[in-house]
Nanobody, 117 residues
Framework: QVQLVESGGDLVQAGGSLRLSCSVR????????MGWYRQAPGKQRELVAT???????NHADSVKGRFIISRESAKRMVNLQMDSLKVEDTAVYYCHLYYRGRSENYWGQGTQVTVSS
């Protein structure tokens, strides 16, 4: 069984920074494709960033140049450094784990990020 636990969400002013963390319990972290998604009220969940076991990253156009996803293998953690936050970044942010070749998906409980003007 895989369990994902996010932390780091907070209320911040526009232009500020936050660092989200996801702790991965169980599973084979070394084979996991990790991602961050977000969902604002009344909107669909959207992809923010992904990182492969080898460290290759992809970021959504809306966050490129502002957010950076990273992983720490020894700690079984994935992080999302968020800089230059905008009001439109306000959402619940979810950690996600996927194994290539499998249909199953694992989600964290989410952590709230609120950016005020």
């Amino acid at each position: 069984q895989v369990q994902l636990v996010e932390s780091g969400g907070d209320l911040v002013q526009a232009g500020g920074s936050l660092r989200l963390s996801c702790s991965v319990r169980g599973g084979n972290f070394g084979l996991a494709i990790m991602g961050w998604y977000r969902q604002a009220p009344g909107k669909q969940r959207e992809l923010v960033a992904t990182i492969t076991p080898g460290g290759t990253t992809n970021h959504a156009d809306s966050v490129k140049g502002r957010f950076i996803i990273s992983r720490e293998s020894a700690k079984r953690m994935v992080n999302l450094q968020m800089d230059s936050l905008k009001v439109e970044d306000t959402a619940v942010y979810y950690c996600h784990l996927y194994y290539r070749g499998r249909s199953e998906n694992y989600w964290g409980q989410g952590t709230q990020v609120t950016v005020s003007s």
